[in-house]
């Protein structure tokens, strides 16, 4: 993989993570700001398809 070169677009998990322990301590709120919205979307995600999930089961009951 390193004889291709860099893959792009990078992985934005692995870019937080290099950003957050490989840069200067002064970078560090904005890697945890955006860790911090990674986490909530990842939530809003999980709840969306909890929602979806309880409509079908419901719609399944009254057949």
């Known amino acids: ?5 860099e893959s792009r677009p990078r992985m934005i998990s692995l870019y937080l993570y290099r950003l957050y322990f490989s840069r200067p301590i002064g970078e560090r709120p904005i890697a945890a700001a955006m860790l911090v919205l990674i986490l909530l979307c990842g939530a809003a995600l999980v709840l969306m398809y909890a929602m979806a999930v309880r409509g079908v089961e ?4 009254r057949l």
């Open 58 to 61: 419901e719609r399944e009951r």
């Open 1 to 5: 993989p390193y004889v291709l070169g």
